[in-house]
C-alpha cells in the first residue's frame, strides 16, 4: 500500500475518484485517459487505484499511469481473495477530497462529468449526486431515475432508490458522520447496502441527467448463486428497517428490494436453472424471509409477482414456479378482469382457486387503476363555467358512467359536486386502440348557486374529476393535461355575485393552474372597480 502525501490547507481537492481494478487491463487505459479528461481539471482531482489481486496487466497499466501522474494517481494492490469491499474501503480511507466517487477499471467518465456533478453538489449543498448512466455496450443500466435533472430529488417520491451501484458522487463528510462502509462480509451486493445507507442518511439527493456521466462498462462479478441473491433481498431488508421506522417509506424500499433481488431469484433466473437443489434452497429461503416481510411492502409489488411471493410463502413452490412460467410467456392474454362492488381484480392464475387459498386482495388492482384524462376546453357563460374534456380508465369500458366535477375548498374540505354531460365520441381510444366513447364529458358549473342555495365561496378551490365506470371511482385532479387551445396564461377574474354576506361588495372568480398544472378556482370578494357598473 502506498503512504498518503500530506494534505495542506488550500489543497484540499474536489473529487477523489476510488478506482477498482481487478484483471481490467483491456478497458483500463481508456478508464484513466477519461479521468485525465476531466473538464474539472487535474488540479481537483485525486485518483486512487486500487489493484484487487488482478492477474492480467492491470498492475503494469497503473504503475505507468503512476509514473506519468505522480501527483495525481495512487495507487494501492490487494492479494486476491480479499473482497470488493476491502478494496473499496482502503481507497475511501486514503480520500482527502471534499467528494468521493467510485468506479471500476471498466467504466468511463464523459469530458464533463465531474464538473456538473460537482457543481450539482455545491449549488444544491446536496450529500449524493447521480449522474446519468449510459451503458458501453449490451448490458443494461438502469434509467429510470435520470428522466430529468433534480436540484432536490424526493427518495421516497422518486426512483432514485432503483439504482444502487456506488458510482456516484457522495459528499465525504458524510460518509465520515455516518460511518459509511463496504460490508466486508458480503460477497455480492455489498454497494448496495453502502449505496441505501448514503440515501437514507443524506440531507438532499440530486440527480443530473441533462446528458450522461458515467459510461458503464459490463460487471466481472461472476455467477450468484439463487440463494444468495434471496440472502440479498433479506440483507436489504433488514438494512431498510434498521435505518426507517416502519410506515409506508419503509416499504416503498423494501419493495424494491422484493421485485428486483427476489423477484429475479424466483422468476427467470429460477426458470433457468437445472439444479433442482439449488432451486427448493432458494425457495425455502425465500419463503422464510417472506414470512416477515411487511404486508404493505408486498401490496406496491405488480400483481403476478405478488401472486409468486405469496404462493411462496404458503409454502406452494409447484404453483409458484407456474405462475413463474406464466409470467416468462409473453404470448399469454392479457388477463381478463372481474369488477365487483366497485374492486377490480385480475384473474391471474390461482385467482379464487379453491385448492389454493389465495385472498382476494392479492388479485385487486383498483388502486392501480390508469386515468387517460385531458381538459379540451374552459369557457364562461355569464356566472357560468363550462368544462368539456375526456376522462376514461385505461383498463375499463366506459358503460355505467357517473363521472363528476368536484370543487373541493382548500381551507376547509368543504366540497360540491357535479354531474356531467356525456357525449359519444367513436374517436376517442385508449393507449392500446381499445374504444372509450362515451369517456368525453361536459358539465356547466352555475358559481352563483352552490347546493345550499349560496354562492361559491370565498378561497380557492381545487377541481377534480371523481371519474365513475362500471361502478369503479377514482378521483384525479383535472388541467394537467390540456388540449392546445385551453387558454393558460389570462387570469382575467369574472364577476358573478353579490356578495352574500358584504352589502355592496361582489365575489369574482379567476381560473389559475398550479405549479403541477392542476385547474383551480380562487374566489375573491371585493369592491366592485370603479366604473363598473
Not at 492480467?56 to 501522474?69: F, I, K, M, N, P
Not at 486514503?94 to 449549488?123: I, K, N
Not at 436540484?151 to 422518486?158: E, I, Q, R, V
Not at 369503479?472 to 353579490?498: I, K, N
Request: aromatic share 6%; hydrophobic share 40%.
Amino acid at each position: 500500500m502506498t503512504t498518503p502525501a500530506p494534505v495542506h490547507p488550500g489543497e484540499i481537492r474536489d473529487v477523489t475518484v476510488v478506482l477498482h481494478v481487478r484483471d481490467h487491463a483491456r478497458t483500463l487505459g481508456a478508464c484513466l485517459d477519461s479521468l485525465l479528461g476531466q473538464s474539472i481539471g487535474t488540479d481537483r482531482i485525486e485518483l486512487i487505484a486500487v489493484d484487487d489481486g488482478s492477474t492480467d496487466e492491470s498492475g503494469s497499466v497503473l504503475a505507468e499511469a503512476q509514473r506519468r501522474h505522480p501527483h495525481l494517481l495512487r495507487t494501492g494492490r490487494l492479494p486476491r481473495g480479499l473482497s470488493t469491499s476491502e478494496a473499496r474501503n482502503w481507497g475511501m480511507s486514503q480520500a482527502t477530497a471534499r467528494y468521493v466517487l467510485f468506479l471500476t477499471g471498466a467504466d468511463r467518465l464523459t469530458p464533463t462529468a465531474l464538473e456538473r456533478m460537482v457543481a450539482s453538489a455545491d449549488t444544491n449543498e446536496s450529500d449524493v449526486v447521480l449522474g446519468k448512466l449510459e451503458s458501453s455496450g449490451k448490458h443494461a443500466v438502469a434509467t429510470s431515475m435520470f428522466r430529468r435533472t433534480q436540484a432536490s430529488a424526493d427518495l421516497y417520491g422518486s426512483k432514485v432508490y432503483w439504482s444502487l451501484t456506488p458510482d456516484k458522487l457522495f459528499r465525504t463528510s458524510l460518509l465520515r458522520r455516518r460511518g459509511l462502509a463496504f460490508p466486508a462480509d458480503m460477497s455480492f451486493g455489498e454497494d448496495q447496502a453502502f449505496t441505501a445507507a448514503a440515501y437514507i442518511g443524506a440531507d438532499n439527493i440530486s440527480v443530473v441527467a441533462d446528458e450522461p456521466c458515467v459510461v458503464k462498462g459490463p460487471s466481472s462479478a461472476g455467477p450468484v448463486a439463487l440463494a444468495q441473491r434471496v440472502e440479498l433481498a433479506a440483507r436489504m431488508t433488514a438494512l431498510v428497517c434498521s435505518l426507517v421506522p416502519p410506515g409506508p417509506r419503509q416499504n416503498l424500499l423494501i419493495s424494491r428490494h422484493l421485485e428486483t433481488e427476489l423477484g429475479k431469484a424466483t422468476g427467470a433466473l429460477l426458470l433457468a436453472s437445472d439444479n433442482h437443489a439449488e432451486r427448493e434452497r432458494a425457495l425455502w429461503a425465500a419463503a422464510e424471509f417472506l414470512r416477515q416481510v411487511p404486508p404493505g411492502a408486498s401490496a406496491l409489488l405488480p400483481r403476478p409477482l405478488a401472486v409468486r411471493l405469496a404462493l411462496i410463502a404458503a409454502g406452494r413452490h409447484a404453483e409458484a414456479q407456474q405462475m413463474a412460467a406464466y409470467e416468462a410467456d409473453k404470448n399469454n392474454p392479457v388477463p381478463k378482469k372481474t369488477v365487483e362492488n366497485g374492486r377490480v381484480y385480475t384473474t391471474l392464475p390461482f385467482f379464487r382457486d379453491p385448492s389454493v387459498g389465495l385472498p382476494d386482495e392479492l388479485f385487486d388492482i383498483t388502486d392501480k387503476m390508469t386515468v387517460n384524462q385531458e381538459l379540451t376546453s374552459l369557457k364562461w357563460s355569464g356566472p357560468i363555467l363550462l368544462l368539456d374534456g375526456h376522462a376514461f380508465f385505461e383498463q375499463l369500458t366506459t358503460r355505467e358512467r357517473a363521472t363528476k366535477v368536484v370543487l373541493r375548498h382548500r381551507p376547509t374540505g368543504a366540497e360540491e359536486r357535479f354531474s356531467v354531460t356525456a357525449r359519444r365520441d367513436e374517436t376517442l381510444m385508449n393507449s392500446k386502440g381499445k374504444p372509450r366513447a362515451m369517456g368525453r364529458f361536459s358539465t356547466r358549473i352555475n358559481l352563483r348557486q352552490m347546493s345550499d342555495g349560496w354562492p361559491l365561496l370565498p378561497g380557492v378551490w381545487d377541481v377534480f374529476l371523481a371519474v365513475s365506470f362500471e361502478g369503479v371511482t377514482q378521483e384525479v385532479r383535472l388541467g394537467r393535461r390540456r388540449a392546445p387551445e385551453v387558454d393558460v396564461v389570462s387570469r382575467m377574474p369574472m364577476v358573478f355575485a353579490p356578495s352574500a354576506t358584504t352589502a355592496g361588495h361582489e365575489l369574482a372568480a379567476t381560473p389559475f393552474y398550479t405549479e403541477e398544472g392542476d385547474l383551480s378556482l380562487e374566489i375573491s370578494e371585493r369592491l366592485p372597480l370603479p366604473g363598473a357598473r
